[in-house]
């Protein structure tokens, strides 16, 4: 919690183990700050990681905040290194049907019927899952197993945003998406995306644009447990920028 004197800034996945915290409390007297302020504060405080502080986002009341941005003191903030490019919710359950919960962070195994159950409508024609399990292979290196953590309820509350945004662009369309967190062992589901829509297309091109943004911006973080060692896996298609649009998802026209 944040406390009278001190700022508070949370830490996930590789950074939090760089600096062997979950979270900082800088005694800075400024009531506010930039962004880059602290970033710049931080990487002078830690210079053996300022390549990994350079590269991070904050996050801001559970949103993400760009560098020009000012945060208070008193607000929830979160630094988040680039993303995975991967509670009491029962993705298996009936509380999430009940609920018409279709936007899930979970520690329990994912089930594709009861994801795919949350867009199901009987006007849509199609309906897709994408399922994404962990591999045992990768440019020849075997894999023991994955370890996804999550900035849980930003991370749900990106995943709905997502819903929304083809909602936008492929009008007619539900989404629901379901993340497992924790150890994810080989072949094993870590990721189940379920699209409808009345036809076809719409559906196909709604679930490949749910999986890159999800890559993009959710807060989901996975690192490769390998024979020799581990790894923290990020974003891995360019500069990292939750923020940004992705170019060539116009939608359908109506």
């Not at 002078?44 to 904050?58: T, V, Y």
């Not at 994912?110 to 199901?120: G, K, R, Y």
């Not at 870590?190 to 959710?218: C, D, F, G, N």
Request: glycine letters at 6%; proline letters at 5%; aromatic letters at 8%.
């Amino acid at each position: 919690m944040t406390t009278t004197n001190n700022w508070h800034i949370s830490l996930f996945a590789g950074l939090a183990e760089r600096l062997s915290t979950r979270s900082l409390q800088p005694s800075w007297e400024e009531p506010q700050l930039t962004v880059r302020q602290i970033k710049d504060r931080l990487m002078k405080q830690f210079p053996e990681q300022a390549d990994l502080l350079s590269l991070c986002f904050m996050a801001q009341n559970q949103s993400y905040a760009d560098d020009e941005a000012v945060v208070l003191k008193d607000d929830e903030l979160a630094l988040l290194p680039p993303v995975s490019g991967g509670s009491d919710v029962d993705v298996t359950g009936e509380r999430s049907r009940k609920e018409g919960k279709r936007f899930l962070i979970t520690e329990e195994k994912l089930d594709i019927d009861s994801v795919v159950a949350q867009i199901s409508h009987p006007d849509h024609g199609a309906a897709l899952a994408f399922v994404g399990t962990t591999r045992e292979w990768t440019r020849g290196q075997r894999t023991i197993t994955l370890q996804y953590e999550a900035y849980i309820p930003m991370a749900e509350s990106a995943m709905e945003q997502i819903g929304e945004e083809i909602a936008r662009k492929w009008p007619c369309t539900l989404c629901a998406i379901a993340h497992r967190i924790g150890t994810v062992g080989i072949n094993e589901i870590s990721v189940v995306i379920a699209v409808s829509s009345p036809h076809r297309a719409e559906s196909y091109e709604a679930s490949r644009y749910a999986i890159e943004r999800l890559k993009q911006k959710v807060p989901i973080w996975k690192k490769e447990v390998y024979e020799d060692g581990t790894e923290w896996k990020g974003h891995q298609l360019g500069p990292w920028n939750p923020m940004a649009e992705i170019d060539g998802f116009g939608g359908s026209a109506k």
